[in-house]
């Protein structure tokens, strides 16, 4: 997880197409810019973030439910339930159920654990659309990095 950059996801660990269901991983950095403002001598990740990296799960089910021919972009954010704080080195199990998907719009319930433990979870919804040009390959090549894509696809 390199909060700064908004790369919330470490790993893709399973994608179930029959189940339409993602899990990743996240591991929580021990320093971050981010942890200078929130909150001085007690760090903790911004709910905000925590949205953001289930989006990113909930995103990346999607694309590979779609084998990458259409872009999700985050639209809203429904019954959003924060349950727990997360601090610095804590690893994240962050899971995505596709629970709509049609007339160009896909919708999700996300969850993230600690130690099995709830953390959050959220309704997502998403509307499908083009990629914007160039978009699609860093897509992919991120798609790569976190497993979700075999090397050469």
Do not use: W
């Amino acid at each position: 997880m390199r909060l700064e950059y908004f790369e919330m996801i470490d790993r893709v660990t399973m994608l179930d197409r029959d189940a339409k269901r993602i899990e990743a991983t996240s591991t929580v950095p021990t320093e971050s810019p981010v942890f200078e403002g929130h909150f001085p001598g007690h760090p903790l990740v911004p709910g905000v973030l925590l949205t953001e990296t289930m989006a990113q799960a909930s995103g990346y089910l999607v694309l590979g439910l779609m084998n990458f021919t259409h872009m999700p972009f985050l639209m809203a954010v429904d019954k959003a339930r924060f349950r727990s704080f997360v601090g610095p080195d804590t690893v994240l199990t962050v899971t995505a159920q596709l629970d709509h998907e049609g007339s160009g719009y896909a919708g999700t319930k996300a969850k993230i654990l600690a130690e099995g433990k709830p953390i959050c979870d959220a309704e997502l919804r998403f509307r499908i659309m083009p990629f914007p040009a160039g978009m699609d390959e860093l897509m992919r090549a991120q798609a790569r990095r976190i497993g979700l894509l075999a090397e050469g696809a």
